[in-house]
């Protein structure tokens, strides 16, 4: 076999917002070995999987599963609700919405991005009021989309999707709601039906605890008419096969067989523990997170309250440390890897990711780590961020619920 | 863990012309824990990866890598390279050439399908001189592409690439070459650079022995001028930006990281075994199958001898046979799944795959199930197909390398 | 890391008796993280166990399980029922029960051996009546334990194990009946509490399909009684505090948790499947094998029709013929594991096993590459003997059950 | 697949002084599928393997490596050396060495104890100079063997074994020198030649990294001497055709295949490593752990300070507090298990193993399980052990060496 290696001696903390560390239980379902994907088998396994996967976007419509990354399905959300040209808002709340933007503009269309200067937009969530102001300027209705990031992997800032949604009715504008929550799905509270989106975009590597490689579009019968005009050239995103197929659990071309097995497992393992103990988990690590963060005198990167991520935290360095040599630091003296600033705040934070398969003493490992780092960095700290991590874990801590059989 | 005991006891006999049975190797691989797809041991597996690829390819040119299946691939290989309202020319050797062309039109291309009546053309190769004469017939060059599958899945047929490359030359055209190799690379010979071709396009889960998930376009210089001023609209699939950040051995968005693990430990296993030595595995083992059906005395569906694919075999069942009949008593009684006819061929013919980590004794499996389910699917067979593919496998056995360790 | 490519390309094919093919779910089982041998999951996953194990011996009394390979259960039978120099009546049945015989020797127990001429005691199965005979013969009830061996690994021969038990009664000696069923159960019938048996020895890595690594002892009242007295030295192997430990699923020492694992899920596949029905499998693919054999033209080693193993064929070779190069043959041609002829039989017999995860055209595989490995070795067939297999299999065929789920 | 989701969410903390967490890469090699143990390939494994383990010994002797945990090798010790009713000398360090003694009685040996009062001499290394003058007072050399624990797993006291050797010479006796390193070997430096250690024992399930399931012994010319007059029965365990067989790379009776597919990898890995960078791995994080110790104001059980083991710390809780319910609080809590106390400690202390596949951060997290656990538990803390740790961490933090491919 080739050497995999890569880590030297003992366990390697991903701490990174996503891929998130993938549970033992899906490595080994995802090793089984591939079976027909037009045998009765699979059909059974897709029917399942595809009920499944509904629960956990609390949607009762359609979800389409691409065997394809995150990326694919932003492409799939546009592509099938749009045509060339047309006008599309975006909120600029850090650099994946960034990105949209950018994937928006490549397919022809017409984004339209609401920011505010330098970070201060990558800083907040969404501005519901704002969207709402543009709206009511459009008489014309030209604006065919409001896209917006629910969980902004590169800021660790949560935005109220509810509030979005009241804004689009209070301006009575057709826009279809296109919401990205890549990160923010299965592991922050998302509610597809309830708040009334039109294509919730998601992807595996995050709270789903897999390995990147399949992604989502849920949709509302509002975005499946829409798919019906929608003009810009689609094929393998196009929604009108697979979901007429996925009526028996299959799909038109190839799916990818063995991470749907460890969608399986991983439905199984989020719908046993519960979605809302899921929530409470990632609230409770987040809190215990920004307590460190706090107590090292350190500043988070969101600056709203209500906006704090439960999937990462964003920590900015102080004037004159480069974010990325604490990062290096960590990664090489503790096995631990931590994500980099991403675009407008590359250099100045570093993110510490606590999403997926995370528990307590991982986080304090994570910690540990991230405080030996800016230590070694030379960044002097007010506290110790790991004793205010412990207060507020010991504090909160339950005994767990155990498997059935013990 | 989900219950996947999806078949009964005993192994199963995925013998479909692909996804192929995944080998131990690899399923092991790709249950390794999933890395930072930004970290140093990323970029050497990613360096490595790519060099290795080529090797595959047989070419010197970049070869990109998409976290997609293989659909996903061919959709790539015309927006890179193709403008709407673009003519291209195709030809139907079967069902998977016809369902490119159906993904060409709902992309806004123009192609054109140069066919024989009936299934005619599903039983012989790509006819090179015909494509030469259509395109000594477009004076103005109209024609943008000419688009061939090199081996067809749905029929058991190889086409003869450096024929077609040959008709392009003779007719001084100017189109691009873009093969489908989504099951011949790795199984049958192939030659990237040597034949011409522009884009290739394949897949993981045939030659490769891989899950499905992971897809393929090998370029060459000609197709990377062609995609710089290509209108059709492309972002996930655009090769500018993931080539440019290849060369570091990363992705511009998150690649299906397990799945690389895999491609690596494939690579290794097909380099050390030998492309060669893999070629001529897979021809003895399509003579053996074909011996076999001989014996039956059933008509092969390919019906060109230079064309008999190394990869499948397609069986035609008497006429009043129903061959899903026949494929689901072996199924049913023998573990055994075999490909169904597609499309024209539906009902009349089933396909034996022997191919990927295929070897004698696993094809006289498939093969003993095969005679046994004609025999209870009620078939008249001329002789035994088991007895004549020993005689071939026996008469033309060689002892096998062995691991140096041995 | 290491290179366990140990095999040419395609799957090898396992057919030695034992060990045995390990379904895929047993490996992926016992590859899960090993827990902490005295912690609640643990305790409840040892209950599970001990009492799956019982339903498979089919006894209500306890089983003891060892972290140890087969020939230490042989060791902890006697150990524990016996003391230094007590007479013990064995059957000479073949290679394994001579090395029980050579290790009661050994340990310092007076073993006597029931013997015919030559290799004729190892073609029929346990004599009973010579058993009542000898009993009958020794009114002072010197003999302390009669053992024998169910199924005979090395030479295909059965025994009937009630019949010993029957011949004990009618001689009313109070004598222990130890069997060694290391490769009899869980694929030939067996039932340890009806047919009397003091303590039945038996190993993980066959009819289990574990690999090797545990073993095992199923006790009767009269042997933990006889535990209690007997003066062999013993401290691994004492029964005492581990069947006291057992109570609450825990063991004295570290028992070996990764193949515990195994044994759990070795467990619910073989009670989900059905004992009678895996002995049914079983016997039909031994009968096919037989078919084989003779239709060959070759002789069986066992020669009483009531013995015939369901877990093996023993096949004799024409004098001349080195049965060791007809199996070099297959092993290197055909990528085939078949078992060498041990002991007094070395060089004059192959045997195939058709154990555990066993099916249909596994077997047919097994039995083309016997067939082309006997050709190659220039032995003279009298006709197919897979032709021959086909026909039985066909005709016995049955739809299998599937999956609850598809 | 049963359900092996013992855990809640996140992974597991195993900090018990062994089974020690398992590495991935040795989990995936021993569910590599199981290979015929009579096969060329696995004399190759098993040459390889031979000559590997003695590296890790530190031997140019035979090691006998057993498939059995290792309280069978314990037994393999003493049955292969001894007779019945010989007189050995054994320290009591601890409950193994209890554990050793009884075993001893247990088999017929006659074993004398060298015992401190209470507890006292279970927080000591070892008392050379009490087996020197017990030797001297044994001028007819009725002792046939010192039996010394190199590391008590059950209290966290490495002895010195060259000042044991030096003591035995000194005192000019014939005695073996057996020494069990069960929990010591690959973790503790150990050197079986260099000290004239005549059977060292060990096990699988600690510094090797792998599950239990596999045991040692490491030999010597006057070991194997000794062995050839030694009048305990002896079969399983029996040296001589085990040790006869190695020369080829076989066993006599079916090894622990799987298990010896997890050895290969961790030899591999340790001696990437190199052994004496592990040892010093090994002595850094226990110094770590007992800086968290001393600043929670807590009472190390052992008090020499040569003898402070680099395995595990065991930690004596205050009068009054019940350390197994530390223990439960931090179980349940925060998915940590620790090592319960043993024998006479039993609720006065609990162990935090720090071995195998152990880093810095997973002894953070540890370490932080342990704080809010004790805190739980009311134990008043002198200050934070968290922290301390960390400035031993920081302070001494080199950055490690990565994989040559990165």
Redesign the interface.
Known sequence: ??????????????Q?P??S??P??I???????????????F???GR?LLQGIGRIFKTAHPVVI???????A??AAL?NTLS?GDAVLMVETGHFASLWKK?AE???LAPEFISLPGIEGWRRGVDAEAIERRLRADPAQAIRAVCVVHNETSTGVTSDIAAVRRAIDAARHPALLLVDTISGLASADYRHDEWGVDVSVS?S?KGLML???LSFNALSPKALAASQSAK?????W?WDEIVAMNRDGYWP???????L?GL??SI??IL??GLDN?FA?HRRLGEACRAAVRAWGLEIQCVEEACHSPVLTGVMTPEGVDADQVRKLA???????LG?GLGKVKGRMFRIGHLG??????L???L??C??GL??AGVPLAG?G??AA?VH??ST???????P??
Chains 1, 2, 3, 4 share one sequence.
């Not at 691409?66 to 694919?72: D, E, F, L, M, V």
């Not at 071309?253 to 991470?259: A, D």
């Open positions: 076999m080739q050497p995999l290696n890569f880590h030297p001696a003992g366990r390697h903390y991903l990174i996503g891929p560390p993938v033992d239980r490595l080994r379902a995802i090793s089984y070995p591939t079976i027909d994907h037009r045998g009765p088998e059909g059974a396994l399942k691409y065997p394809a990354s995150g990326t694919g932003w492409e592509v060339p994937m490549r397919l022809g992807g590597q390995p990147p490689g810009l050239p689609k094929s393998f196009a071309y190839t799916p990818s067989t063995n991470l097995y399986a497992e199984d393992m046993a523990e899921v988990r990664y090489e003296h503790f096995n631990l890897s980099t398969d995370c528990n307590d003493l991982t304090m490992a994570a540990a780590g405080e030996m230590q070694l110790s790991v004793g412990m874990l010991r801590a339950r005994p767990a619920a155990r498997h059989a013990a």
